[in-house]
């Protein structure tokens, strides 16, 4: 078995979709906008896991994505493979880090906003 798709919920999936297509540069999987169904994948690993852009229509995900948020916490962890350089260059396009990079034994992380009601914690191991 493997991982095929994962979801994050946002407030708005259009909106989210472009974020992560042309910001974070994600490519489309499947875009589907009358049935507000957005996927994206990785140009590094294009068979890899999609990411579903989940709408938090249902009472319970819009909780749990706002209580997540609310707390500081990311919805969701990246790889990447240099931390530092994916900060300067997001911070270029205006993404809003919560603060720089750090490292600790775990490797190196930063966590932005992606907009769309979720903190994205970017590692590097």
Do not use: W
Not at 60 to 66: L, P
């Amino acid at each position: 078995m493997r991982i095929k798709m994962c979801s994050v919920h946002v407030v708005d999936p259009a909106a989210a979709f472009g974020f992560y297509t042309e910001i974070l540069g994600f490519e489309e999987l499947l875009a589907m906008p009358e049935h507000h169904l957005f996927i994206v994948k990785s140009p590094q690993d294009p068979d890899g896991v999609g990411l579903l852009l989940e709408p938090s229509d249902n009472p319970v995900a819009e909780a749990y994505r706002a209580g997540v948020y609310a707390q500081g916490l990311p919805a969701i962890v990246f790889g990447s493979p240099n931390v530092q350089a994916d900060y300067e260059r997001l911070s270029g396009l205006g993404v809003r880090f919560t603060g720089p990079p750090t490292a600790d034994p775990s490797g190196t992380s930063a966590v932005f906003d992606d907009t769309c009601g979720n903190l994205v914690q970017l590692h590097q191991d």
